[in-house]
């Protein structure tokens, strides 16, 4: 059966560019028979903003848009919100970990700040520079039973120099979006991604993602940027309300519009 999700983040209004990346996923599940899900992305915490979920969701409703599953009517794979999900994400970056396919970074800010400070002043591309990867496993034993703090990098093949080992879990247990969605979207049997492209560069590492786990992947698709009249992509900075969808609610426009 066809899947797919919209996982919007809870940090603001509607855009009119969610509003279509949600609207391409419904009419797809609607044409295949198959299910749309909700799912909520609110693991970058700092970013939240009060009620958002709620105007999100009462904007999609305005659009006519409904879901099969969700964090307000529930499923078979609760919780449908990532905050909620924190043990799965740290369950499976350890499994990653003993995979080989990630590793324990315990580098301070401090040292990471520095690095990337010398590399800026050297004109070198800024990444982490796998100071953590080749630690013996009594040095990562000796370091966790200490508690020092950590987080999980994606360990990228040798010889992939054009990709980073991204932060896959925070050192508040947190994960990054490239570990919460893979791992949702396979927990949760999602068969297609369909996103905007802004997360094209990003799909790389979650192919070596699924790839370490030993899972299947999902079908990609990914949707070009709604543009203003001047064929720049909308932007709340630029449009200002006109990039939200409520605006267009509060002016009495129909959802068919």
Known sequence: MVR??????????LHLGSARTAL???LFAKKNDGKFIMR???????????GSLKRM????????????EGPD????YVPYIQSERLPIYKKQADELINRGGAYYCFCSAQRLEVLRRVQEAEKQITKYDRACLNLKPEEIKAKLEAKLPYIVRLKIPAGQTSLDDSVLL???GFPTYHLANVVDDHLMEITHVIRGEEWLPSTPKHLLIYQGFGWSTPEFAH???????KKTKLSKRKDGEAVWVQTYQAQGYLPEA
Do not use: C, H, M
């Not at 797919?4 to 209004?13: D, K, N, Q």
């Not at 909520?40 to 009060?50: G, P, S």
């Not at 009517?73 to 078979?76: D, H, K, T, V």
């Not at 949707?223 to 009249?229: H, I, R, S, W």
């Open 40 to 50: 909520l992305e609110d693991t970058d915490q700092e970013r939240l903003v009060e």
């Open 4 to 13: 797919v999700r919209f996982a919007p983040s809870p940090t603001g209004e």
């Open 73 to 76: 009517i529930g499923g078979p």
């Open 223 to 229: 949707l070009p940027n709604v543009l203003n009249e």
């Open 57 to 68: 969701l009462g904007g999609l409703a305005w659009l006519g848009l409904t879901w099969d």
């Open 170 to 172: 925070k050192s508040d």
């Open 24 to 26: 391409y996923n419904y």
